[in-house]
């Protein structure tokens, strides 16, 4: 018989398990929110102390009920205020828009943040949450694109975790352990390549929402969706893997591997690869994270070698996904221009999703926005949100 999670386990009196881990989520309706969530559901041992969401407050309100936590924060104002009204039956205080969300970062009875609110909004809770002395949960890449320069030192001076939640970055930590950082010769990013892997660039031209929406792999939400249709997104965790591991930009390798099985590798200066596989089910990374070092049971698929038969490898197309090598420019610069490309990817992919531009329109807008910007240096957060807001009012025309 397996070995049940200790998650099962009664304390000594023939009780409920006693929570040993407190968490605040941030973006709790979203796909890493709710995935977490089930972590926490399989385990039974870690106690919700904040819930954080945007906008749904109809699922916000069954996440209230039944993890039970002291702080809710809605992001709309109005809707925080209908929130307050359902949920009036239970002690859980109800917060609204940034300063709520500082809130749920800094809330004092939790030990660890999980940061998965979507786009650069989640710069200033993480900031808050280390500040508290909370570790990290980082599933929101942006903080690390945008203001890895900010995040890594306070994360020192501070004394606090940061540990990856996207698959990529958790394989690398896993394949870390126990080894010296400093001897990475090169990090091997994989990607599967998205939905148009294997296209020419005028194959993509026609292409609309659906078909950029369907993933053959992961089940995610929509804008990292479309991201990964782009290969924005890889671009995306080529930044932040240069922060995480303390590597330079020209020491990380895209690799394609298009059934998501190898989630990325290490190579050492002696040649040895590292690698971690798994099926690729996000709540692996996430139970890593709340768990680390610990590792637990895990319900679902296993990877079955003589089914999957073989592992292939393909070069990334750098002229048809022109944002992935946009992105290692941006990266390489450094300065505020990821904060520029970051940006204009998310009021791009926000447009696209509206039909407000057609699908290479992302790209264009990038391009556009990166090569209008005036680089900044070590920008403070002010300044980071700045390029933000000048980016923004570039492509929108004053709209």
């Known amino acids: 018989m397996r070995e049940q999670s200790a998650a099962h386990e009664a304390e000594a009196g023939g009780g409920c398990p006693v929570p040993r881990r407190k968490i605040s989520i941030l973006g709790s309706t979203g796909s890493i929110g709710t995935q977490t969530l089930e972590v926490v559901r399989n385990n039974g041992d870690i106690q919700v102390t904040a819930l954080a969401a945007g906008s749904n407050t109809e699922l916000l309100e069954k996440q209230i009920r039944e993890f039970k936590p002291s702080l809710a924060c809605v992001w709309d104002e109005e809707k925080a205020g209908q929130l307050k009204l359902s949920v009036a039956d239970l002690p859980v205080r109800v917060v609204s828009g940034m300063e709520g969300l500082l809130e749920a970062a800094r809330e004092k009875e939790a030990h660890m943040v999980v940061t998965a609110v979507v786009g650069m909004i989640g710069i200033r809770p993480t900031i808050a949450a280390m500040e508290a002395g909370k570790d990290i949960a980082l599933a929101n890449k942006e903080t690390l694109v945008t203001a890895g320069h900010i995040i890594m030192p306070l994360a020192k001076e501070r004394g606090v975790r940061i540990l990856p939640v996207d698959s990529e970055h958790s394989a690398i930590f896993q394949c870390l352990n126990g080894e010296d950082g400093r001897r990475i010769h090169k990090l091997l990013l994989t990607a599967s390549g998205g939905p148009f892997r294997g296209r020419r660039l005028e194959e993509l031209e026609g292409v609309q929402v659906e078909d950029a929406l369907k993933h053959p792999n992961w089940s995610m939400g929509r804008k990292i969706t479309i991201d990964s249709s782009t290969m924005v997104n890889k671009g995306l965790e080529v930044m932040e893997a240069r922060w995480?591991?303390?590597?330079?930009?020209?020491?990380?390798?895209?690799?394609?591997?298009?059934?998501?099985?190898?989630?990325?590798?290490?190579?050492?200066?002696?040649?040895?690869?590292?690698?971690?596989?798994?099926?690729?089910?996000?709540?692996?990374?996430?139970?890593?994270?709340?768990?680390?070092?610990?590792?637990?049971?895990?319900?679902?698929?296993?990877?079955?070698?003589?089914?999957?038969?073989?592992?292939?490898?393909?070069?990334?197309?750098?002229?048809?996904?022109?944002?992935?090598?946009?992105?290692?420019?941006?990266?390489?610069?450094?300065?505020?221009?990821?904060?520029?490309?970051?940006?204009a990817n998310e009021y791009a992919v926000n447009e696209f999703l509206n039909r407000r531009i057609p699908y290479l329109g992302i790209v264009e807008m990038i391009e556009k926005a990166m090569g209008s910007h005036q680089v900044v240096e070590n920008p403070t957060v002010d300044q980071i949100l700045e390029a933000e807001r000048e980016t923004r009012e570039l492509l929108g025309g004053g709209r």
């Open 244 to 343: 995480l591991f303390g590597v330079e930009i020209d020491q990380i390798q895209v690799v394609i591997q298009p059934k998501s099985v190898i989630h990325s590798m290490v190579e050492f200066e002696d040649g040895a690869v590292m690698a971690q596989l798994g099926t690729p089910d996000m709540k692996l990374p996430i139970q890593y994270a709340l768990y680390y070092p610990e590792r637990r049971f895990l319900p679902g698929e296993r990877l079955d070698f003589w089914t999957l038969g073989q592992i292939v490898f393909e070069k990334p197309d750098f002229d048809t996904f022109r944002g992935l090598r946009l992105a290692c420019e941006a990266g390489r610069r450094g300065g505020s221009l990821p904060v520029v490309f970051n940006a």
